[in-house]
Protein backbone atom coordinates (compact mmCIF):
# COMPACT_ATOMS: atom_id res chain seq x y z
CA UNK A 1 0.00 0.00 0.00
CA UNK A 2 1.17 3.45 -0.58
CA UNK A 3 2.67 5.38 2.39
CA UNK A 4 3.48 9.09 2.16
CA UNK A 5 5.94 8.58 5.29
CA UNK A 6 7.71 5.55 3.76
CA UNK A 7 7.99 6.59 0.47
CA UNK A 8 10.09 9.90 1.65
CA UNK A 9 13.59 8.86 2.75
CA UNK A 10 14.96 12.24 3.51
CA UNK A 11 11.63 12.68 6.31
CA UNK A 12 12.66 9.35 7.71
CA UNK A 13 16.11 10.56 8.46
CA UNK A 14 15.05 13.75 10.33
CA UNK A 15 12.42 11.94 12.22
CA UNK A 16 14.99 9.82 13.02
CA UNK A 17 18.25 11.82 13.30
CA UNK A 18 16.81 15.64 13.62
CA UNK A 19 15.66 15.94 16.99
CA UNK A 20 17.51 15.35 20.07
CA UNK A 21 14.93 12.40 20.83
CA UNK A 22 16.40 11.70 24.11
CA UNK A 23 16.28 14.88 26.32
CA UNK A 24 12.53 15.32 24.41
CA UNK A 25 11.29 11.61 25.21
CA UNK A 26 13.42 12.07 28.77
CA UNK A 27 11.16 15.52 29.62
CA UNK A 28 7.97 13.93 28.00
CA UNK A 29 7.71 10.99 30.49
CA UNK A 30 9.35 12.34 33.50
CA UNK A 31 12.25 10.21 32.69
CA UNK A 32 10.54 6.94 32.08
CA UNK A 33 8.85 6.96 35.48
CA UNK A 34 5.30 7.27 34.08
CA UNK A 35 3.03 3.91 35.08
CA UNK A 36 1.33 3.83 31.52
CA UNK A 37 4.49 5.13 29.68
CA UNK A 38 7.20 3.30 27.54
CA UNK A 39 9.70 1.67 29.71
CA UNK A 40 12.44 3.70 27.71
CA UNK A 41 13.69 5.75 24.46
CA UNK A 42 13.66 2.94 22.31
CA UNK A 43 10.44 1.90 22.98
CA UNK A 44 9.33 5.31 22.58
CA UNK A 45 10.61 6.10 18.77
CA UNK A 46 9.59 2.58 17.75
CA UNK A 47 5.82 3.84 18.63
CA UNK A 48 6.50 7.11 17.57
CA UNK A 49 7.23 5.61 14.13
CA UNK A 50 3.96 3.12 14.19
CA UNK A 51 2.15 6.41 14.42
CA UNK A 52 3.64 8.40 11.54
CA UNK A 53 3.80 4.79 9.59
CA UNK A 54 0.00 4.31 10.14
CA UNK A 55 -0.32 8.22 9.41
CA UNK A 56 1.73 8.11 6.20
CA UNK A 57 -0.59 5.55 5.09
CA UNK A 58 -3.73 6.95 6.13
CA UNK A 59 -3.31 9.91 4.18
CA UNK A 60 -2.09 8.47 0.47
CA UNK A 61 -4.02 6.19 0.85
CA UNK A 62 -7.88 8.13 1.82
CA UNK A 63 -6.68 11.74 2.05
CA UNK A 64 -4.65 12.13 -0.82
CA UNK A 65 -6.99 10.79 -3.16
CA UNK A 66 -9.95 12.95 -2.30
CA UNK A 67 -7.87 15.94 -2.50
CA UNK A 68 -9.44 17.50 -5.76
CA UNK A 69 -12.70 16.58 -5.04
CA UNK A 70 -12.63 18.60 -1.36
CA UNK A 71 -11.59 21.25 -3.31
CA UNK A 72 -14.66 20.86 -5.80
CA UNK A 73 -16.89 20.44 -3.03
CA UNK A 74 -15.88 22.84 -0.26
CA UNK A 75 -17.64 24.01 2.97
CA UNK A 76 -20.99 25.55 2.98
CA UNK A 77 -23.04 27.42 5.96
CA UNK A 78 -26.46 26.18 6.51
CA UNK A 79 -28.90 27.90 9.41
CA UNK A 80 -25.85 29.23 10.84
CA UNK A 81 -23.84 25.96 10.92
CA UNK A 82 -20.56 24.87 8.89
CA UNK A 83 -21.61 21.39 7.16
CA UNK A 84 -18.72 19.46 5.82
CA UNK A 85 -19.50 17.05 2.45
CA UNK A 86 -19.52 13.67 3.24
CA UNK A 87 -16.14 13.20 2.20
CA UNK A 88 -14.47 15.59 4.30
CA UNK A 89 -16.23 13.84 7.24
CA UNK A 90 -15.05 10.71 6.79
CA UNK A 91 -11.72 11.43 6.63
CA UNK A 92 -11.91 13.04 9.92
CA UNK A 93 -13.55 10.38 11.17
CA UNK A 94 -10.72 8.43 9.64
CA UNK A 95 -8.31 10.40 11.71
CA UNK A 96 -10.20 10.37 14.98
CA UNK A 97 -10.77 6.09 14.81
CA UNK A 98 -6.25 6.23 14.55
CA UNK A 99 -6.49 8.68 17.22
CA UNK A 100 -4.69 11.57 15.67
CA UNK A 101 -6.17 14.46 17.28
CA UNK A 102 -4.20 13.29 20.81
CA UNK A 103 -1.06 12.73 19.80
CA UNK A 104 0.01 15.45 21.62
CA UNK A 105 -1.78 15.63 24.51
CA UNK A 106 -0.98 13.97 28.32
CA UNK A 107 -2.30 10.12 29.17
CA UNK A 108 -3.81 11.25 32.09
CA UNK A 109 -6.28 13.82 29.76
CA UNK A 110 -7.10 10.85 27.18
CA UNK A 111 -4.26 11.54 24.54
CA UNK A 112 -1.59 9.46 23.43
CA UNK A 113 1.16 11.53 25.32
CA UNK A 114 3.87 11.71 23.13
CA UNK A 115 6.05 15.01 22.07
CA UNK A 116 4.67 17.80 19.86
CA UNK A 117 6.90 17.41 17.79
CA UNK A 118 5.04 14.19 16.55
CA UNK A 119 2.05 15.89 15.91
CA UNK A 120 4.07 18.59 13.68
CA UNK A 121 5.59 15.54 11.73
CA UNK A 122 2.23 14.54 11.27
CA UNK A 123 1.28 17.66 10.29
CA UNK A 124 3.98 17.71 6.89
CA UNK A 125 2.43 14.42 5.59
CA UNK A 126 -1.40 15.53 6.07
CA UNK A 127 -0.55 18.62 4.11
CA UNK A 128 0.97 16.89 1.27
CA UNK A 129 -2.12 15.39 1.19
CA UNK A 130 -4.16 18.26 1.20
CA UNK A 131 -3.64 21.14 2.96
CA UNK A 132 -6.98 21.99 4.08
CA UNK A 133 -7.18 18.95 6.04
CA UNK A 134 -3.97 19.73 7.82
CA UNK A 135 -5.00 23.44 8.86
CA UNK A 136 -8.48 22.15 10.40
CA UNK A 137 -6.25 18.84 11.86
CA UNK A 138 -3.76 21.72 13.69
CA UNK A 139 -7.13 23.21 15.48
CA UNK A 140 -7.20 19.72 17.81
CA UNK A 141 -4.49 19.22 19.49
CA UNK A 142 -2.17 22.30 18.95
CA UNK A 143 -4.88 24.29 20.72
CA UNK A 144 -5.42 21.42 23.64
CA UNK A 145 -1.78 21.69 24.07
CA UNK A 146 -2.10 25.77 24.50
CA UNK A 147 -5.18 25.03 27.10
CA UNK A 148 -2.81 23.34 29.11
CA UNK A 149 -0.03 25.42 28.74
CA UNK A 150 -2.70 28.34 29.96
CA UNK A 151 -3.41 26.38 33.35
CA UNK A 152 0.01 25.80 33.68
CA UNK A 153 0.95 29.59 33.33
CA UNK A 154 -2.21 30.77 35.61
CA UNK A 155 -1.33 27.68 38.52
CA UNK A 156 -4.40 26.15 37.92
CA UNK A 157 -2.79 22.79 36.74
CA UNK A 158 -2.60 20.28 39.43
CA UNK A 159 0.46 17.53 39.11
CA UNK A 160 1.94 14.86 41.94
CA UNK A 161 5.00 12.99 40.84
CA UNK A 162 4.85 14.13 37.30
CA UNK A 163 1.33 13.09 36.53
CA UNK A 164 -1.54 15.60 35.72
CA UNK A 165 -3.97 15.89 38.47
CA UNK A 166 -6.43 18.12 36.86
CA UNK A 167 -6.07 21.19 34.54
CA UNK A 168 -8.95 23.91 34.35
CA UNK A 169 -9.81 22.61 31.19
CA UNK A 170 -9.84 19.05 31.76
CA UNK A 171 -13.36 18.28 30.06
CA UNK A 172 -12.56 20.49 27.04
CA UNK A 173 -9.22 18.81 26.50
CA UNK A 174 -10.34 15.26 26.92
CA UNK A 175 -12.67 16.10 24.26
CA UNK A 176 -10.48 17.33 21.60
CA UNK A 177 -8.05 14.25 22.17
CA UNK A 178 -11.31 11.85 21.51
CA UNK A 179 -11.65 13.52 18.49
CA UNK A 180 -15.23 15.02 19.58
CA UNK A 181 -13.89 18.96 19.44
CA UNK A 182 -11.81 21.56 18.43
CA UNK A 183 -10.49 24.91 18.67
CA UNK A 184 -9.65 28.27 16.86
CA UNK A 185 -7.79 31.13 17.59
CA UNK A 186 -9.89 34.42 17.15
CA UNK A 187 -7.87 37.67 16.45
CA UNK A 188 -8.03 39.55 13.14
CA UNK A 189 -10.67 42.43 13.00
CA UNK A 190 -11.29 44.86 9.98
CA UNK A 191 -8.68 46.86 10.41
CA UNK A 192 -6.65 44.87 12.83
CA UNK A 193 -4.52 41.95 10.91
CA UNK A 194 -1.05 42.75 11.58
CA UNK A 195 -1.75 45.41 13.93
CA UNK A 196 -3.08 43.52 16.91
CA UNK A 197 -3.19 46.70 18.60
CA UNK A 198 -5.96 48.10 16.79
CA UNK A 199 -7.96 45.21 17.69
CA UNK A 200 -11.50 47.18 18.94
CA UNK A 201 -13.49 43.91 20.13
CA UNK A 202 -14.45 44.98 23.58
CA UNK A 203 -13.95 42.55 26.89
CA UNK A 204 -16.34 43.94 29.81
CA UNK A 205 -16.64 42.61 33.03
CA UNK A 206 -20.44 42.66 35.05
CA UNK A 207 -21.67 40.92 37.81
CA UNK A 208 -18.39 38.54 37.90
CA UNK A 209 -18.92 37.59 34.33
CA UNK A 210 -16.90 39.00 30.94
CA UNK A 211 -19.09 39.85 27.82
CA UNK A 212 -17.16 40.01 24.20
CA UNK A 213 -18.50 42.31 21.72
CA UNK A 214 -17.15 43.09 18.65
CA UNK A 215 -16.74 41.41 14.78
CA UNK A 216 -13.66 38.86 14.11
CA UNK A 217 -13.19 37.80 10.13
CA UNK A 218 -10.96 35.34 8.46
CA UNK A 219 -11.04 33.13 11.40
CA UNK A 220 -9.76 29.60 10.25
CA UNK A 221 -12.23 26.84 11.60
CA UNK A 222 -14.03 29.45 12.99
CA UNK A 223 -16.92 27.43 13.64
CA UNK A 224 -15.24 25.44 16.48
CA UNK A 225 -16.73 25.47 19.99
CA UNK A 226 -14.09 26.13 21.54
CA UNK A 227 -12.52 29.44 20.92
CA UNK A 228 -9.43 31.96 22.27
CA UNK A 229 -10.69 35.07 21.80
CA UNK A 230 -8.17 38.52 21.58
CA UNK A 231 -10.24 41.24 23.22
CA UNK A 232 -9.55 45.02 24.35
CA UNK A 233 -9.74 45.10 28.26
CA UNK A 234 -8.02 48.14 28.97
CA UNK A 235 -8.30 52.00 28.28
CA UNK A 236 -5.41 53.30 25.96
CA UNK A 237 -3.44 51.81 23.12
CA UNK A 238 -0.93 48.86 22.70
CA UNK A 239 -0.75 45.54 22.80
CA UNK A 240 -0.94 45.63 26.76
CA UNK A 241 -4.94 46.55 26.53
CA UNK A 242 -5.46 43.06 25.21
CA UNK A 243 -6.41 40.34 27.25
CA UNK A 244 -7.57 35.98 26.07
CA UNK A 245 -10.20 35.08 26.55
CA UNK A 246 -12.20 31.25 26.28
CA UNK A 247 -15.21 31.47 24.53
CA UNK A 248 -18.27 28.45 24.15
CA UNK A 249 -19.54 29.23 20.74
CA UNK A 250 -22.99 27.50 22.20
CA UNK A 251 -24.25 28.01 25.69
CA UNK A 252 -27.14 26.40 27.68
CA UNK A 253 -29.99 28.96 28.61
CA UNK A 254 -33.32 28.14 29.16
CA UNK A 255 -32.22 24.25 29.14
CA UNK A 256 -31.58 25.10 25.52
CA UNK A 257 -27.82 25.18 23.53
CA UNK A 258 -28.74 28.51 21.98
CA UNK A 259 -25.43 30.34 20.13
CA UNK A 260 -23.19 32.45 21.87
CA UNK A 261 -21.26 33.38 18.66
CA UNK A 262 -22.97 34.01 15.67
CA UNK A 263 -21.26 32.57 12.19
CA UNK A 264 -21.94 35.27 9.82
CA UNK A 265 -20.24 34.87 6.58
CA UNK A 266 -18.09 31.26 5.56
CA UNK A 267 -15.43 32.89 2.90
CA UNK A 268 -15.36 32.15 -0.31
CA UNK A 269 -11.26 31.86 -1.27
CA UNK A 270 -8.45 31.08 -3.99
CA UNK A 271 -7.71 27.83 -2.49
CA UNK A 272 -8.46 25.81 0.63
CA UNK A 273 -11.98 25.02 -0.26
CA UNK A 274 -12.23 22.29 2.74
CA UNK A 275 -10.90 24.44 4.83
CA UNK A 276 -13.39 26.75 7.04
CA UNK A 277 -13.00 30.55 7.41
CA UNK A 278 -15.71 32.43 8.96
CA UNK A 279 -16.83 36.21 10.02
CA UNK A 280 -17.76 35.64 13.90
CA UNK A 281 -20.16 37.80 15.97
CA UNK A 282 -19.70 38.69 19.18
CA UNK A 283 -22.78 40.04 21.02
CA UNK A 284 -22.33 39.94 24.78
CA UNK A 285 -21.21 36.42 24.57
CA UNK A 286 -20.17 35.14 27.69
CA UNK A 287 -16.06 34.87 27.86
CA UNK A 288 -13.89 33.54 30.71
CA UNK A 289 -10.69 35.22 31.47
CA UNK A 290 -7.16 33.36 30.50
CA UNK A 291 -4.60 34.42 32.90
CA UNK A 292 -4.35 37.86 33.87
CA UNK A 293 -5.78 41.26 32.39
CA UNK A 294 -3.62 42.97 29.71
CA UNK A 295 -1.75 40.07 28.88
CA UNK A 296 -3.60 38.73 26.55
CA UNK A 297 -1.38 39.30 23.69
CA UNK A 298 1.73 37.66 25.12
CA UNK A 299 -0.30 34.55 26.41
CA UNK A 300 -1.76 34.19 22.50
CA UNK A 301 1.89 34.22 20.75
CA UNK A 302 2.24 30.48 22.35
CA UNK A 303 -0.74 29.23 20.04
CA UNK A 304 0.57 31.81 17.20
CA UNK A 305 4.52 30.69 17.45
CA UNK A 306 3.07 26.67 17.06
CA UNK A 307 1.01 27.72 14.19
CA UNK A 308 4.01 29.45 12.96
CA UNK A 309 5.76 26.72 12.97
CA UNK A 310 3.11 24.07 12.03
CA UNK A 311 2.58 26.34 8.64
CA UNK A 312 6.37 25.68 7.74
CA UNK A 313 5.79 22.16 8.19
CA UNK A 314 2.49 22.66 6.09
CA UNK A 315 4.40 24.57 3.48
CA UNK A 316 6.68 21.52 3.21
CA UNK A 317 4.07 18.94 2.93
CA UNK A 318 2.90 20.97 0.13
CA UNK A 319 5.82 21.37 -1.80
CA UNK A 320 6.70 18.03 -1.70
CA UNK A 321 3.39 17.26 -3.30
CA UNK A 322 4.27 19.56 -5.80
CA UNK A 323 7.59 18.48 -6.48
CA UNK A 324 6.60 15.03 -6.59
CA UNK A 325 3.69 15.57 -8.97
CA UNK A 326 6.47 17.70 -11.47
CA UNK A 327 8.56 14.83 -11.60
CA UNK A 328 5.93 12.22 -12.12
CA UNK A 329 4.73 13.90 -14.85
CA UNK A 330 8.38 15.47 -16.43
CA UNK A 331 9.71 11.16 -16.55
CA UNK A 332 6.76 10.41 -18.76
CA UNK A 333 6.37 13.41 -20.86
CA UNK A 334 8.40 13.09 -24.03
CA UNK A 335 9.40 16.11 -26.34
CA UNK A 336 12.56 15.87 -28.87
CA UNK A 337 13.32 12.77 -28.68
CA UNK A 338 13.73 12.40 -24.61
CA UNK A 339 11.39 12.67 -21.38
CA UNK A 340 11.19 16.26 -20.61
CA UNK A 341 13.23 15.26 -17.18
CA UNK A 342 16.52 14.82 -18.95
CA UNK A 343 16.50 17.99 -20.57
CA UNK A 344 19.09 20.35 -18.50
CA UNK A 345 16.44 23.41 -17.65
CA UNK A 346 13.73 21.51 -16.24
CA UNK A 347 16.16 18.93 -14.44
CA UNK A 348 18.11 21.27 -13.08
CA UNK A 349 14.27 22.89 -11.65
CA UNK A 350 13.55 20.15 -10.41
CA UNK A 351 16.85 19.50 -8.64
CA UNK A 352 16.34 22.60 -7.14
CA UNK A 353 13.44 22.00 -6.17
CA UNK A 354 14.19 18.74 -4.07
CA UNK A 355 17.18 20.96 -2.64
CA UNK A 356 14.68 23.48 -0.82
CA UNK A 357 12.64 21.10 0.37
CA UNK A 358 15.42 18.94 2.21
CA UNK A 359 16.77 22.26 3.14
CA UNK A 360 13.81 23.62 4.58
CA UNK A 361 12.78 20.36 6.59
CA UNK A 362 16.10 20.45 8.24
CA UNK A 363 15.26 23.94 9.03
CA UNK A 364 11.77 23.03 10.55
CA UNK A 365 13.04 19.85 12.14
CA UNK A 366 15.75 21.79 14.30
CA UNK A 367 13.61 24.54 15.08
CA UNK A 368 10.97 21.82 16.41
CA UNK A 369 13.73 20.40 18.34
CA UNK A 370 14.38 23.60 20.08
CA UNK A 371 10.42 24.68 20.96
CA UNK A 372 9.52 21.36 22.33
CA UNK A 373 12.66 21.06 24.71
CA UNK A 374 12.17 24.63 25.77
CA UNK A 375 8.56 24.52 26.27
CA UNK A 376 9.03 20.77 28.08
CA UNK A 377 11.47 23.16 30.34
CA UNK A 378 8.86 25.53 31.08
CA UNK A 379 6.65 23.20 32.12
CA UNK A 380 9.13 21.31 34.04
CA UNK A 381 9.92 23.93 35.85
CA UNK A 382 7.00 25.40 36.74
CA UNK A 383 5.48 22.05 38.35
CA UNK A 384 8.04 19.72 38.51
CA UNK A 385 11.47 21.43 39.42
CA UNK A 386 14.41 19.61 40.26
CA UNK A 387 14.81 19.87 44.59
CA UNK A 388 19.07 20.05 43.40
CA UNK A 389 19.96 23.71 42.55
CA UNK A 390 22.59 23.11 40.59
CA UNK A 391 20.27 21.26 38.76
CA UNK A 392 17.52 23.85 38.09
CA UNK A 393 20.22 26.18 37.30
CA UNK A 394 21.45 23.64 34.39
CA UNK A 395 17.70 23.60 33.34
CA UNK A 396 17.09 27.14 33.83
CA UNK A 397 19.97 27.58 31.38
CA UNK A 398 19.19 25.57 28.87
CA UNK A 399 15.61 26.37 28.44
CA UNK A 400 16.62 29.95 27.99
CA UNK A 401 19.30 29.21 24.93
CA UNK A 402 16.43 26.84 23.46
CA UNK A 403 13.78 29.44 23.59
CA UNK A 404 16.20 31.83 21.89
CA UNK A 405 17.00 29.59 19.27
CA UNK A 406 13.10 28.60 18.60
CA UNK A 407 12.56 32.62 18.42
CA UNK A 408 15.43 33.19 16.19
CA UNK A 409 14.43 30.25 13.52
CA UNK A 410 10.42 30.24 14.17
CA UNK A 411 10.07 33.21 11.80
CA UNK A 412 12.50 32.18 9.42
CA UNK A 413 11.05 28.78 8.83
CA UNK A 414 7.58 30.58 8.31
CA UNK A 415 9.18 33.36 6.42
CA UNK A 416 11.25 30.66 3.72
CA UNK A 417 9.15 27.68 4.06
CA UNK A 418 5.82 29.94 2.57
CA UNK A 419 7.91 31.39 0.08
CA UNK A 420 9.36 28.64 -1.45
CA UNK A 421 6.09 26.36 -1.36
CA UNK A 422 4.65 29.52 -3.94
CA UNK A 423 7.89 28.95 -5.85
CA UNK A 424 7.57 25.07 -5.79
CA UNK A 425 4.37 24.83 -6.75
CA UNK A 426 4.75 27.58 -9.82
CA UNK A 427 7.21 25.95 -11.41
CA UNK A 428 5.62 22.26 -10.96
CA UNK A 429 3.01 24.25 -13.00
CA UNK A 430 5.57 25.34 -15.17
CA UNK A 431 6.86 21.82 -15.71
CA UNK A 432 3.42 20.70 -16.66
CA UNK A 433 3.73 23.20 -19.03
CA UNK A 434 -0.05 24.11 -20.39
CA UNK A 435 -1.65 21.05 -18.94
CA UNK A 436 -1.09 22.88 -15.40
CA UNK A 437 -3.86 24.76 -16.26
CA UNK A 438 -6.10 22.53 -16.65
CA UNK A 439 -8.28 21.32 -14.01
CA UNK A 440 -8.17 17.65 -14.16
CA UNK A 441 -4.46 17.72 -13.59
CA UNK A 442 -5.23 19.03 -10.26
CA UNK A 443 -1.28 20.60 -9.61
CA UNK A 444 -3.16 24.37 -10.15
CA UNK A 445 -4.55 23.91 -6.94
CA UNK A 446 -1.67 23.13 -5.33
CA UNK A 447 -0.66 26.94 -6.59
CA UNK A 448 -3.93 28.08 -5.60
CA UNK A 449 -3.69 25.96 -1.85
CA UNK A 450 0.35 28.02 -2.02
CA UNK A 451 -0.78 31.61 -1.93
CA UNK A 452 -1.91 32.05 1.28
CA UNK A 453 0.84 30.93 3.18
CA UNK A 454 2.83 33.63 2.93
CA UNK A 455 -0.05 35.75 4.13
CA UNK A 456 -1.72 33.84 6.97
CA UNK A 457 -0.07 33.17 10.69
CA UNK A 458 1.69 36.41 10.48
CA UNK A 459 2.91 37.48 6.62
CA UNK A 460 6.10 37.09 5.24
CA UNK A 461 7.00 40.78 5.36
CA UNK A 462 6.23 40.26 9.83
CA UNK A 463 7.86 37.26 9.70
CA UNK A 464 10.81 39.43 8.39
CA UNK A 465 10.41 41.70 10.71
CA UNK A 466 10.62 39.91 13.26
CA UNK A 467 13.77 38.39 12.84
CA UNK A 468 15.49 41.72 11.87
CA UNK A 469 14.21 43.14 14.83
CA UNK A 470 15.41 40.29 17.12
CA UNK A 471 18.70 40.40 14.86
CA UNK A 472 19.63 44.28 15.45
CA UNK A 473 18.22 43.78 18.93
CA UNK A 474 20.75 41.61 20.20
CA UNK A 475 23.87 43.42 18.19
CA UNK A 476 22.84 46.63 19.46
CA UNK A 477 22.22 45.00 23.13
CA UNK A 478 25.21 42.86 23.26
CA UNK A 479 28.04 44.96 20.99
CA UNK A 480 30.55 42.56 22.01
CA UNK A 481 29.22 39.32 21.28
CA UNK A 482 28.26 40.65 18.42
CA UNK A 483 31.96 41.99 16.94
CA UNK A 484 33.32 38.53 18.74
CA UNK A 485 31.00 36.43 16.40
CA UNK A 486 31.39 38.85 13.47
CA UNK A 487 35.53 38.89 13.50
CA UNK A 488 35.46 34.82 14.31
CA UNK A 489 33.43 33.99 10.99
CA UNK A 490 35.55 36.45 9.34
CA UNK A 491 38.56 34.34 10.66
CA UNK A 492 37.30 31.42 10.05
CA UNK A 493 36.03 31.97 6.39
CA UNK A 494 40.12 31.82 5.57
CA UNK A 495 41.28 29.68 7.97
CA UNK A 496 38.59 26.41 8.38
CA UNK A 497 39.75 23.00 7.26
CA UNK A 498 36.89 22.05 4.65
CA UNK A 499 36.14 23.89 1.66
CA UNK A 500 32.49 23.62 2.85
CA UNK A 501 32.96 25.16 5.78
CA UNK A 502 35.00 28.04 4.75
CA UNK A 503 31.45 29.15 2.54
CA UNK A 504 29.80 28.76 5.06
CA UNK A 505 31.57 31.45 7.31
CA UNK A 506 32.06 33.29 4.71
CA UNK A 507 28.34 33.69 3.96
CA UNK A 508 27.66 34.15 7.52
CA UNK A 509 30.57 37.01 7.67
CA UNK A 510 28.67 38.59 4.74
CA UNK A 511 25.93 38.54 6.99
CA UNK A 512 27.38 40.49 9.72
CA UNK A 513 28.96 42.97 7.68
CA UNK A 514 25.49 43.99 6.36
CA UNK A 515 24.08 43.99 9.40
CA UNK A 516 27.18 46.45 10.42
CA UNK A 517 26.00 48.54 7.38
CA UNK A 518 22.55 48.84 8.68
CA UNK A 519 23.17 49.45 12.13
CA UNK A 520 25.91 52.18 10.68
CA UNK A 521 23.51 53.99 8.73
CA UNK A 522 20.76 53.68 11.29
CA UNK A 523 22.90 55.57 13.81
CA UNK A 524 23.95 58.04 11.21
CA UNK A 525 20.84 58.92 10.54
CA UNK A 526 19.86 58.84 13.76
CA UNK A 527 23.08 61.35 14.69
CA UNK A 528 21.89 64.10 12.09
CA UNK A 529 18.43 64.20 13.17
CA UNK A 530 19.31 64.75 16.74
CA UNK A 531 21.84 67.49 15.65
CA UNK A 532 19.57 69.05 13.54
CA UNK A 533 16.21 68.19 15.88
CA UNK A 534 17.86 68.10 19.37
CA UNK A 535 20.89 70.14 19.47
CA UNK A 536 19.20 73.09 17.60
CA UNK A 537 20.34 76.47 18.83
CA UNK A 538 22.87 74.38 21.46
CA UNK A 539 26.62 74.52 21.85
CA UNK A 540 28.12 72.24 20.13
CA UNK A 541 30.00 71.39 23.28
CA UNK A 542 26.56 69.71 24.65
CA UNK A 543 26.39 67.46 21.99
CA UNK A 544 29.17 65.02 23.30
CA UNK A 545 26.83 64.96 27.03
CA UNK A 546 23.71 64.73 25.41
CA UNK A 547 24.81 60.95 23.13
CA UNK A 548 26.51 59.92 26.30
CA UNK A 549 22.96 60.35 28.79
CA UNK A 550 20.09 61.02 26.42
CA UNK A 551 21.02 59.65 23.06
CA UNK A 552 19.61 55.78 23.47
CA UNK A 553 16.53 56.60 25.52
CA UNK A 554 14.82 58.64 22.33
CA UNK A 555 14.64 55.98 19.83
CA UNK A 556 10.98 55.65 17.67
CA UNK A 557 11.23 51.93 16.44
CA UNK A 558 9.49 52.82 13.50
CA UNK A 559 11.18 56.05 12.67
CA UNK A 560 14.74 55.89 13.68
CA UNK A 561 15.34 51.64 11.84
CA UNK A 562 13.67 52.75 8.24
CA UNK A 563 17.58 52.36 7.32
CA UNK A 564 17.28 48.96 8.49
CA UNK A 565 13.36 47.87 8.14
CA UNK A 566 13.90 48.42 4.17
CA UNK A 567 16.45 45.38 4.30
CA UNK A 568 14.82 42.96 6.47
CA UNK A 569 13.41 40.46 3.97
CA UNK A 570 16.93 40.42 2.14
CA UNK A 571 18.68 40.03 5.77
CA UNK A 572 16.16 37.51 6.86
CA UNK A 573 17.06 35.20 3.45
CA UNK A 574 20.62 35.87 4.27
CA UNK A 575 19.86 34.69 8.15
CA UNK A 576 17.66 31.78 6.83
CA UNK A 577 20.50 30.09 4.19
CA UNK A 578 22.98 30.87 7.06
CA UNK A 579 20.98 28.95 9.66
CA UNK A 580 20.21 25.99 7.02
CA UNK A 581 23.67 25.56 5.89
CA UNK A 582 24.91 25.43 9.59
CA UNK A 583 22.36 22.82 10.10
CA UNK A 584 23.05 20.51 6.73
CA UNK A 585 27.00 20.89 7.54
CA UNK A 586 25.77 19.58 10.90
CA UNK A 587 24.24 16.52 10.14
CA UNK A 588 27.01 16.02 6.72
CA UNK A 589 29.54 15.65 9.27
CA UNK A 590 27.88 12.93 11.20
CA UNK A 591 26.29 11.23 8.23
CA UNK A 592 28.44 10.80 5.66
CA UNK A 593 25.02 10.69 3.27
CA UNK A 594 24.14 14.29 3.43
CA UNK A 595 27.22 15.77 2.04
CA UNK A 596 26.30 15.94 -1.62
CA UNK A 597 22.76 17.74 -0.57
CA UNK A 598 24.75 20.30 2.06
CA UNK A 599 27.76 20.91 -0.60
CA UNK A 600 24.83 21.56 -2.88
CA UNK A 601 22.86 24.25 -1.02
CA UNK A 602 26.32 25.67 0.51
CA UNK A 603 27.62 26.49 -2.70
CA UNK A 604 23.95 27.88 -4.35
CA UNK A 605 23.90 29.76 -0.69
CA UNK A 606 26.73 31.55 -0.81
CA UNK A 607 26.38 32.87 -4.50
CA UNK A 608 22.83 34.23 -3.27
CA UNK A 609 24.17 35.57 0.34
CA UNK A 610 26.43 37.51 -1.49
CA UNK A 611 24.06 38.90 -3.86
CA UNK A 612 21.77 40.27 -0.99
CA UNK A 613 24.84 41.70 0.55
CA UNK A 614 25.50 43.76 -2.56
CA UNK A 615 22.12 44.92 -2.67
CA UNK A 616 22.10 46.20 1.04
CA UNK A 617 25.29 47.84 0.14
CA UNK A 618 23.64 49.53 -3.15
CA UNK A 619 21.25 51.35 -0.64
CA UNK A 620 18.61 52.20 -3.51
CA UNK A 621 16.70 55.49 -1.55
CA UNK A 622 14.04 55.64 -4.32
CA UNK A 623 12.20 53.58 -1.51
CA UNK A 624 12.90 56.67 0.82
CA UNK A 625 11.36 59.47 -1.37
CA UNK A 626 8.38 57.15 -2.56
CA UNK A 627 7.60 57.36 1.22
CA UNK A 628 7.85 61.68 1.44
CA UNK A 629 6.00 61.73 -1.42
CA UNK A 630 3.32 59.44 -0.45
CA UNK A 631 3.14 61.54 2.80
CA UNK A 632 3.81 64.76 0.73
CA UNK A 633 0.63 63.60 -0.97
CA UNK A 634 -1.68 62.37 1.67
CA UNK A 635 -1.01 65.94 3.99
CA UNK A 636 -1.84 68.10 1.11
CA UNK A 637 -5.42 65.80 0.47
Not at 333 to 343: L, N, Q, S
Not at 377 to 402: F, G, I, S, T, Y
Not at 494 to 522: C, D, K, M, N, S
Request: aromatic share 8%; proline share 3%.
Amino acid sequence: MANFFRDNPDLVFQFRHGLDWETIVDLTENGFRLPDGPKDLKEALEFYEQVLDATGELVAETIAPRALKLDQLGTRLEEGEVVFPPELASIYEAMKELGLFGIAIPRELGGTGAPLSLYLVASELIARGDVSVMTHYGFHGGVAAALLLYSIHEGTAVYEEGRIVRTRFDEVIRQIAAGEAFGCMVLTEPGAGSDLAAIRTRAVERDGKWYLSGEKIFITSGHAPYQLVLAKTEEGEGLGTLSLFFVRRKVERDGKLVDNVRITKLEEKLGHHASATCSLLYEDSVGELIGKRGEGFRLMLVLMNSARLAVGLEAIGLAEAACRMARAHAAERKTMGKPIAEHELVAEKLLDMETWIQALRALAFDAMNAVEIATRLDMKLRVDPPANAEEKERLEKLQKKMARRARRLTPLLKYMAAEKAVEISRDAMQVFGGMGYIDETGVHKLLRDALVLPIYEGTSQIQALMAIKDHLSWATRKPGSFFRRAAQARLLARTAGERILREVYRAEALTFRATELILLRIFSDKVRKEWRDAMRGKDPAELGRYLSREFLRHWDDRADFSRGLVHAERLTRMLADVAIAKILVRQAQRFPERRALAERFVHRMSLRVEALAREIEGADEAVFEAIAEHRKLAQSA
